[in-house]
């Protein structure tokens, strides 16, 4: 089976290669660049009859309006012609945008587009998804460009205060909720609604939010309090924008006396799940990621390198915590990590997390750092 996705290094589409590659196996990607769009020839050569498309690519900024329906036309023209050509008879995802509603001509290229296709579906047979999205946000999206929860998380971080233009409310998608959704489509005919997973929220209540985490946690190295699933997804959106290199390891505060020393591990409004572990001299634990738990590692003995490194990418981030100051390092997720003993003697290691260990849904996948 193969599949093959356009605007594949966007923020959607690095999420959903994360998602197909995690959840359906055996899957063969190609990816449709702009320089294929520009060759009818080049499309021909990728798509075959019977392929999965999803067609995520798209043009929302440029000189200028005109530029947008234009360059948006040409792109969704060219992938049009080359269904025709080739007698298309598998599946394309199209994604749209709310802007449909609105006086844009980026949301009258994407509803002419999605029209265009759907009529062609009926004629060559093909099944056709065409979604129109709300406000989709989650980690890694680029600020200062479609998100506001990426632009106020990453300003929120760098000690900016965002301003509120038009304090509406909104219609929001957790990034995950859609490519889980979306995933599924590959082997499954079924319809999703996306209403089922809209978050309506004022802007203002987002930011309110958003600041509470960041004195919380990035203030107080608290965790915060979690009232609902969207305040977790938004809360691993929020931490997203922190600059893990420079803002870990974070010590603990230690109070010491003539007994000895105490201190806090973790200070949590919500459940969580507290272990630990000795680790002989040299051995690894980890190896794996998480798409949703909030995991805190601290050393409290011997001496440790904790390697991070980010799903699709080969940059790794070390860290080395020594347990004669205890430190911690929190896991971010879709970031495979280990940790290992990197002295003579035992370490000690003590790991909190958000939720409930279930060996049903451990939200726990093998990957080699």
């Known amino acids: ?105 980026y949301g009258k290229s994407k509803k002419d587009a999605r029209l265009r296709f759907q009529k062609q579906s009926e004629r060559l047979g093909y099944e056709f998804f065409g979604l129109i999205l709300p406000n989709v946000f989650g980690p890694f999206c680029k600020p200062n460009y479609n998100s506001f929860i990426a632009t106020f998380s990453k300003m929120i971080v760098d000690g900016k205060s965002p301003q509120i233009i038009d304090d509406k409310l909104i219609d929001l998608i957790y990034v995950s909720d859609l490519t889980n959704e979306l995933t599924e489509i590959i082997t499954s005919s079924n319809k999703f609604n996306i209403d089922n997973y809209v978050k309506k929220i004022k802007v203002s209540d987002t930011l309110d939010k958003l600041l509470n985490f960041h004195e919380e946690y990035f203030d107080n190295g608290n965790i915060p309090i979690f009232n609902s699933e969207f305040d977790v997804s938004l809360f691993n959106t929020y931490r997203s924008y922190i600059n893990l290199k420079e803002f870990f390891p974070k010590t603990h505060k230690l109070n010491s006396d003539d007994r000895g020393d105490f201190s806090e591990i973790v200070r949590a409004g919500s459940k969580g799940q507290v272990s630990y572990s000795t680790t002989k001299t040299s051995m690894i634990r980890g190896g794996h990621f998480h798409t949703r738990k909030i995991e805190r590692f601290s050393v409290i003995s011997g001496k440790a390198k904790i390697i991070l490194r980010e799903i699709l990418s080969n940059e790794k981030i070390e860290f080395i915590l020594d347990g004669k100051i205890p430190s911690y390092v929190d896991m971010p997720i879709w970031y495979t990590h280990n940790i290992q003993n990197i002295d003579k003697s035992d370490l000690v290691t003590i790991f909190w997390v958000n939720e409930h260990y279930d060996p049903d849904d451990s939200d726990t996948f093998m990957e080699k750092v």
């Not at 294929?36 to 440029?62: C, M, Q, T």
């Open 1 to 105: 089976m193969k599949v093959l996705i356009s605007g594949h290094n966007g923020f959607i589409g690095k999420h959903l290669r994360r998602q197909i590659t995690l959840k359906k196996q055996g899957i063969q990607f190609t990816y449709l660049s702009k320089s294929d769009f520009k060759s009818l020839k080049l499309l021909e050569n990728k798509i075959s009859p019977n392929d999965i498309i999803y067609h995520l690519a798209g043009v929302n900024r440029d000189i200028n309006e005109d530029e947008v329906f234009k360059k948006n036309n040409e792109i969704n023209q060219a992938l049009h012609s080359t269904l025709d050509k080739v007698n298309f008879k598998g599946k394309l995802i199209f994604t749209s945008s709310i802007q449909e509603e609105h006086n844009t001509l």
